[in-house]
């Protein structure tokens, strides 16, 4: 392994990206506080961790234009998730076993060992019969420049797992000893493969952790588990089931027999835009989950990736949630309250009925949350009109009698299409909760006190766009209505 050639494609990537940096910082698409890099292609996030005071957010990186590919890992610090400092790139392709030219540092995760932050990460390379994805190390005594482990690779696919069907190492501590769950197929049924090592460098295969009966397609992508309140959560990415684009499994692990049994399972998010979430734990003990606000080309509602490619980049991530378990098994994943200190220029509403339709912001960028009386609406539907600019607008409607709500991106922006769907859970309920995140280029939802969230990409621009709540018939009753500019 040559150090000097891994330091050399560093050093490109960072003249590649200082470059471009002040053009596409002027680009019209560009978000106001959801996490970026500074210029090219970004998806999966990686290696998400509080280290040494700050949070470290690595990203499958391609720094030489706004399209997928040769994967790099570039990286950022900050003390908010709001603000970022961005440092220099931390892997590059650069060695047999990750340098293919549509290969490369492919996703993973970051850990703290002998106080070094080391990066598992998985590398694609090409055999001249297929692809080949191997885990492999890399490791920093300061936490900004890394070196790749001289015994790479740790581990290769094992028998029936397909060399291209091997990837994604989600790593973590428990006890004395470190556990990776990885991402696989096999026979066409996807599977998360559990390993177990010492020191991070040699690691023995434990069991088949879980895996899909067909209902969860042949590849599970970015897995991760991890413990909430006495309960374990499995997520994944799945490929090949339909439009399920991030799933999560609440149940019981063993470490003893390596098996996760799930008892309930659930959507993470019923966007479009919501993929490869990571989750990790910070200095306050929270369990918060970030994902790539986008969707790739293979899946069924896709169409493209937006207009923000013309400004040289694509991809961000949606805004971090903090993760909990309910007692129903089900997860609520609230957006960090960080985002709470940008609002400005508030309005509070109360006990307000609509018959027809109500003002909720102006803008693109804010913050609102509202609650809606059940008992006091008699309205069947009601629909948000938001971003609406001119002949543009995304309508969601909450449809009260079907217990559905429809993310309608059809008239959103020229570029987007396509109706998101999820259901609402209104059996006994009282209230229904809505909070809406809005940036230059994204739109979050949030239902159900965070039980039933989507996330879907809007490009309109316009400053003064409008936002609205809209009834046909009847009316909605609403207690209480907060809405604040963010940025």
Known sequence: MSEKVLKE????????????????S????????????????????????????????F??????????DYM????????????????????????????????????GSAVVHDDKLWLIYTGTAYDGKGYVQTQNAAYSEDGITFKKYEGNPLIKAPEGVPGDLFRDPYVWKHGDSFYMVLGAGRNGMAQALLYR?????????????????GEWGFMWECPSLFELDGKYVLSVSPMGAGERTCVYMVGDFSYETGIFVPQYTGEIDWGFHYYAPQPFKDEKGRTIMAAWANCWDWMPF????????????????NIPRVVTLNEDMTLSMKPIEEI??????????????????LDIVKGYCYDAEMEIDLDRTDAESFTLILRRDGCFKTAVTYDLKAQEIRFDLT?????????????????????????????????????????????????????DEDNLLKVEKGQVYISSLRAYQLG
């Open 302 to 317: 896709f169409k493209d990736w937006g207009p923000t490619y013309k400004e040289n980049w694509c991809g961000f991530y």
């Open 411 to 463: 008239d959103s922006d020229g570029w987007s299409s396509g109706v998101a769907r999820a259901p609402l859970y209104l059996e006994d309920s009282t209230k229904l909760d809505i909070r809406i995140l809005s940036d230059r280029s994204s739109i979050e939802l949030f239902n159900d006190e965070y039980r039933t969230n989507m996330s879907c990409n809007v490009y309109t621009v316009g400053e």
């Open 72 to 107: 790099h890992w570039g990286h950022a610090v900050s003390d908010d998730m709001l603000s970022w400092e961005y440092l220099p790139v931390a892997l590059a392709p650069s060695e047999d076993y990750d340098n293919h030219p549509k290969g490369g540092c492919f996703s």
């Open 9 to 24: 494609a560093i050093e490109k990537a960072q003249r590649e990206i200082d470059k471009m940096k002040n053009v596409t």
């Open 340 to 357: 709470e200190a940008a609002r400005h220029d508030g309005k509070v509403q109360e006990n307000i009925s609509v018959k027809d339709s």
């Open 197 to 213: 090592s010492e020191n991070l460098t040699k690691w023995e295969f434990v069991n088949v952790l879980a895996q899909s009966r």
């Open 26 to 57: 002027e680009g019209v698409h560009r978000q106001k506080y959801h996490f970026m890099a500074q210029t090219g292609w970004i998806n999966d996030p990686n290696g998400l961790i509080f280290y040494k005071g700050k949070y470290h957010f």
């Open 59 to 68: 990203y499958q990186y391609n720094p030489y234009g706004s399209f997928w």
